[in-house]
């Protein structure tokens, strides 16, 4: 038997995008909880939690532990580089078919920094969730339970 997030479309491919300047490690824990996260995609060019604001090790260790899956976006496109605008680069390379599963199986969560948005990847990331044909869409930060004002 389907649990209620198989069946019902309402509980799939929903992706909220945060800049995690705006987030510390209490906040970024509290938000995976309590809204059920099922992914989270890195964006930033270096991915690491680091400290003050967060230790690392800890936060990888929760993603672990509680099946969250992790996805480097750095780490696919194997160097930081501008990807430019063709979205059609990301199902060339492959990228989009890695990429589009995680975000097809409940909320997904995309960290993002200055960094990766300068790079164009956090637009190339908005972009695929347009026009996805598994009809994902994007919900605001604020709709988060948890999220800092």
Known sequence: MLD??????EGRGKVAFVDI????????????TMNGVKAVV?????????RPRFRHR?????????DIRYVEFALMVRRPMRMGTALAAMHASDLYGKIEPALENGLSLCLYDKASRDLGW???IRRLVRLSKARLSELHPRALIGMPL
């Open 4 to 9: 209620a997030d198989r069946r019902s479309p």
């Open 122 to 124: 956090l637009d190339e």
């Open 42 to 50: 890195e964006l930033r060019p270096l991915p690491i939690f680091g």
């Open 58 to 66: 800890q936060v990888v260790f929760y993603l672990h532990d509680r």
């Open 21 to 32: 300047k705006e987030l510390t490690e209490e906040p970024l824990l509290r938000i995976l």
